[in-house]
């Protein structure tokens, strides 16, 4: 069951028989938080279509809530209803622009958490095979550390080029794969800094 400023519930192991009536069954909905505010670029504009998340506070990974996220409308507002109250992390990413983080603290009823994305950071190449000629079609991945919650993918064109737009600074693992070429699984490492 879900419900507006609650958090959703799931009652499991209820078992009937063809005819059987199962009553007094009761399923408790804790009480929950709604955040909202806005996505905007450095000079104030609205973000259209960013993803805004819930991100466990606890998860070293970054383990986002499975339901718990909401994207952008044309003035850059979002809802995010049903958050558990409690100290929360919410990310908001948007195409071309950098990840944006906050850590606040949910109470019952209304949080608000605005967002100012920076614009990012352009990592751009070409693929190309042993002779030197570009290579079409290559699947190309870059991916901070361990985890995959900061996975950006391209594909590379008819020149071989390819760009990432909207990057952080950081070290990232760039990995390439393409049928009929050897895949290097470990990648290269690639530094994103000022």
């Known amino acids: 069951a879900e419900a507006v400023r609650h958090q959703a519930a799931?009652?499991?192991?209820?078992?009937?028989?063809?005819g059987q009536e199962l009553a007094g069954v009761e399923l408790v909905l804790p009480v929950a938080a709604s955040v909202e505010g806005r996505v905007v670029a450095p000079d104030g504009r609205p973000?259209?279509?960013a993803e805004v998340t819930v991100?466990?506070?606890?998860?070293?990974?970054?383990?986002?809530?499975p339901d718990l996220f909401a994207?952008?409308?044309?003035?850059?507002?979002?809802?995010?209803?049903?958050?558990p109250p409690g100290s929360r992390t919410?990310?908001?990413r948007a195409e071309g622009y950098r990840?944006?983080?906050r850590d606040l603290e949910v109470k019952e009823g209304d949080t608000t958490a605005d967002f100012t994305l920076e614009s990012?950071?352009?990592?751009?190449?070409?693929?190309?095979d042993e002779a030197g000629n570009p290579v079409v079609s290559v699947q190309l991945m870059m991916v901070a550390g361990?985890?995959?919650?900061d996975l950006l993918s391209a594909l590379s064109g008819p020149d071989g080029a390819f760009h990432f737009d909207g990057v952080q600074a950081g070290t990232f693992r760039l990995t390439a794969r393409k049928t009929g070429y050897a895949a290097n699984p470990q990648g290269d490492t690639v530094t994103v800094s000022n």
């Not at 361990?146 to 919650?149: G, V």
């Open 10 to 18: 799931e009652l499991k192991g209820l078992e009937t028989k063809p």
């Open 120 to 128: 990012g950071f352009q990592v751009s190449g070409r693929v190309v």
């Open 71 to 83: 994207q952008t409308d044309g003035d850059g507002r979002y809802v995010l209803d049903g958050v």
């Open 47 to 49: 973000v259209p279509g």
């Open 55 to 65: 991100v466990s506070a606890d998860s070293a990974g970054g383990f986002a809530f």
């Open 146 to 149: 361990r985890s995959f919650t």
């Open 90 to 92: 919410l990310e908001a």
């Open 99 to 101: 990840r944006g983080v």
